[in-house]
């Protein structure tokens, strides 16, 4: 029975280790009650596999070790897919979530994860490892997650925007030629109008 206990045991740990975490934030917070302040500590932890997927969760406990344990259940139920493209992402990004910016741009292999705070955990955990970030407006880590959680929810796959800049070329050829109709029609008009001119100017007057 003892053996049996065991493998179960080394089959959970299996299962997390799949997912390596990081705390971003840990805080000490308290409640003002009746009886007096009830104090917790919330942690702000993100968890992802290095292959595309990450996710974030944040919960009180009366422990540190229970804020923790909650937040990595809630973040393995937030968990997204980022498409990861030669190690890089796909095109830029500038979000805001509240008082939060962050800015995202691809990079050539070789420059690394050129970023800081909760962007870097994030980025790493992810598994891009070539990207410039740049964190602008608050400096609030929970708000930064979120901003770069949305980030990454807004990347879409090469071949949709491939498809995208396509069709953008497509309609920019149909009004430039558009244009160039438009412009060469009045342009006929005036040679016709000038020929009728010449041709009335060079007519012999009939004779009598």
């Known amino acids: 029975m003892a053996k049996r206990n065991s493998n179960k045991e080394k089959g959970i740990i299996k299962k997390e280790e799949e997912f390596e975490q990081?705390?971003?934030d840990l805080a000490r917070v308290t409640r003002v009650m009746a009886g007096g302040k009830r104090?917790?500590?919330r942690a702000c932890l993100a968890i992802g596999d290095k292959k595309g997927r990450v996710g974030f969760g944040v919960a009180k406990g009366a422990d540190v070790t229970q804020a923790i344990t909650k937040a990595f259940n809630k973040a393995k139920k937030n968990l997204i897919k980022v498409p990861v493209i030669n190690e890089t992402i796909p095109h830029n990004v500038n979000i805001k979530f509240k008082s939060a910016?962050?800015?995202?741009?691809?990079?050539?292999?070789g420059t690394g994860v050129k970023a800081?705070?909760?962007?870097?955990?994030?980025?790493?955990l992810?598994?891009?490892?070539?990207?410039?970030a740049k964190i602008l407006g608050s400096n609030n880590k929970i708000n930064n997650v979120k901003a770069?959680?949305?980030a990454f929810r807004s990347f879409k796959p090469a071949k949709q925007a491939d498809q995208k800049d396509e069709k953008i070329k497509m309609e920019i050829k149909k009004k430039e030629e558009s244009k160039k109709i438009k412009i060469e029609a009045p342009s006929e008009e005036k040679k016709t109008l000038k020929d009728k001119i010449k041709s009335?100017?060079?007519k012999k007057p009939e004779t009598k």
């Open 22 to 24: 990081r705390v971003i």
């Open 39 to 41: 104090m917790k500590f």
């Open 101 to 109: 910016k962050v800015l995202l741009k691809p990079a050539k292999k």
């Open 116 to 124: 800081g705070g909760a962007v870097r955990i994030l980025c790493e």
């Open 126 to 132: 992810a598994g891009i490892a070539n990207v410039t």
């Open 148 to 150: 770069t959680m949305a």
């Open 200 to 202: 009335l100017i060079t």
